[in-house]
């Protein structure tokens, strides 16, 4: 098993921020170096155990995706490799984990495409028969597929604080009609021709989010990362009945976990127990070998 990276330390660039699982550092005027670490982030909290090997595997689904799916929208990645972009020392630090990055104005929401009625569109639903204000029909159960996907933006918060649904009419006001219009159908599109892949790999996509930025003439790209376990919901497409939450290859094994013992989802976060920890690698690994052989 690889050693955990928890955080990264690169000298030979300058650190601009560190999120709940990138760490990112300044190559020059117009590239940005991303690291992934192997932080694990549940109810916007990260968590003090690593997952060793995360951070490898979101890379390479996220390259996978990127690739599968220029054809829809242009994506971040520059091609430069991230070792040259390091001293000698710091190049274990970035191998298989680091991507270097056009830089490129990131949207202030988080565009979020569910396929599925599940998590907190579930709990809303039996509430008020909506998934973020968007009527639905009646007599679904948990875990349904919706009657088409549903574009569902939140707003980007801070590290430790909680990000927001926000309706279509407050993602226009952000981001202008046309662009905001733009973003719904290219988040959409995505999703669909991602989750239509993954069945064939016995994977289902209930939901995913994605994150988006403008270059300075104004073209939409992909940003962050793509369609990976730590973004996205996903099922094994044999284990999946309608009624019940499936269980899943992301991180909604160590929610379960944390719900189970009562943390109140708030920091400091409780310390996963080995075998958690190791579980939720194994998860991962195999949605990235079911995905990509």
Known sequence: MTEALFQSDIKSLKLLSRGKVRDIYEVDKEKLLIVTTDRLSAFDVVLPSPIPGKGQVLTSVSNFWFEKLKHIVPNQLTGVAPESVVAEGEKSQVAGRALVVKKLK?????????????????????????VCSIPLPAGLREANKLPQPLFTPSTKAEVGAHDENISFAKAEELLGEALAAKVQEVAIRLY???????????????????????????TLYIIDEALTPDSSRFWPADQYQPGSNPPSFDKQYVRDWLESIG??????????PAEVA???????????????K
């Open 106 to 130: 990131p949207l202030p929401i988080e565009a979020i495409v569910r396929g599925y009625l599940v998590g907190s569109g579930w709990k809303e639903y039996q509430k008020s028969q909506s």
């Open 192 to 218: 669909q021709e991602a989750a239509e892949y993954a069945t064939t790999k016995g994977i289902i996509i209930a939901d995913t989010k994605f994150e988006f930025g403008l270059d300075d003439a104004g």
């Open 263 to 272: 943390w109140n989802k708030k920091p400091p976060a409780p310390e996963l």
């Open 278 to 292: 190791a579980r939720t690698g194994e998860k991962y690994r195999e949605a990235l070998d079911r995905l990509t």
